[in-house]
C-alpha cells in the first residue's frame, strides 16, 4: 500500500480576502501546511492542485448561482490563483512532489481533471508510482475537495477525507457533501470547518 496526500485548491481566491472566499480558508491553509511539515514518511508523495482558468466558459458569471459559476477567480497569472501564504512556504519547499492545474478551458471542479505542466493527468501520475491510497484535505469541502474525493474512489483508489483539514462554504452544502462522500464508499475523518 502506497498513500499519497492531495492538496486540493488552497489559493487566494479561495480564503478570506479572496474573489470567492470561504470563512477559515486561511486557518485551513496553516493546518495543511503543518500536516505537511508533520508528515515525516507517513505519504508515499504529497501533490496539489490548482484553480488555473484562462477562459472557463460559464463556470464565471456576473451573476453566479454559486453552484455552477462563480465570480471571476483564480485567473492564471492572478494573485488569487497563487497558493495562499500560509501554504505557500509549505509547498515550495520541496515537500510537495508535483502540482497539477485544472479549469483553464473548463469549470474543473475534480483533481483528477487536472494535469501536470507536461500533460501528465492525476491519476495516471499516482498509478506510474502504484499508489494505491489517497487522503483529500482542502478547499471547499463542498465543491473541491468533494469531486476530487469521488473522482478518485471512480478510479479505483481508497480514498480518505480528513475533514479536519478541509473548509466547507455552508453547512447544508457540506453535510450533503458528507453523505455523497460516505455513500460513495470515501473514508472521513475528524470534523469539517464551516464557518459561513
Excluded at 152 to 179: E, N
Aim: a negative charge; hydrophobic letters at 40%; charged letters at 25%.
Amino acid at each position: 500500500m502506497r498513500r499519497a496526500l492531495i492538496v486540493v485548491d488552497v489559493q487566494k481566491d479561495f480564503c478570506e480576502g479572496g474573489s470567492v472566499p470561504v470563512k477559515g480558508g486561511a486557518d485551513r491553509a496553516a493546518a495543511i501546511a503543518d500536516l505537511v511539515g508533520r508528515a515525516d514518511g507517513s505519504y508515499a508523495y504529497i501533490v496539489a492542485t490548482r484553480d488555473h482558468h484562462i477562459d472557463p466558459g460559464g463556470h464565471f458569471s456576473e451573476h453566479p448561482d454559486f453552484r455552477d459559476s462563480f465570480p471571476e477567480h483564480c485567473v492564471v497569472g492572478s494573485a488569487g490563483s497563487e497558493f495562499h501564504r500560509n501554504f505557500a512556504s509549505a509547498a515550495t519547499s520541496g515537500a510537495v512532489d508535483e502540482v497539477f492545474y485544472k479549469g483553464t478551458y473548463s469549470a474543473s471542479k475534480s483533481g483528477f481533471e487536472g494535469s501536470t505542466e507536461d500533460g501528465t493527468s492525476l491519476a495516471d501520475w499516482l498509478r506510474a508510482r502504484d499508489v494505491s491510497d489517497l487522503d483529500v484535505v482542502g478547499i471547499a469541502t463542498d465543491h473541491c475537495v468533494k469531486a476530487t474525493a469521488l473522482d478518485g474512489a471512480r478510479a479505483g483508489f481508497a480514498v480518505r477525507v480528513l475533514l479536519d483539514y478541509t473548509a466547507g462554504v455552508a453547512a447544508d452544502t457540506t453535510s450533503a457533501a458528507i453523505g455523497e462522500l460516505r455513500q460513495a464508499g470515501v473514508a472521513l475523518s475528524g470534523e469539517p470547518v464551516v464557518l459561513a
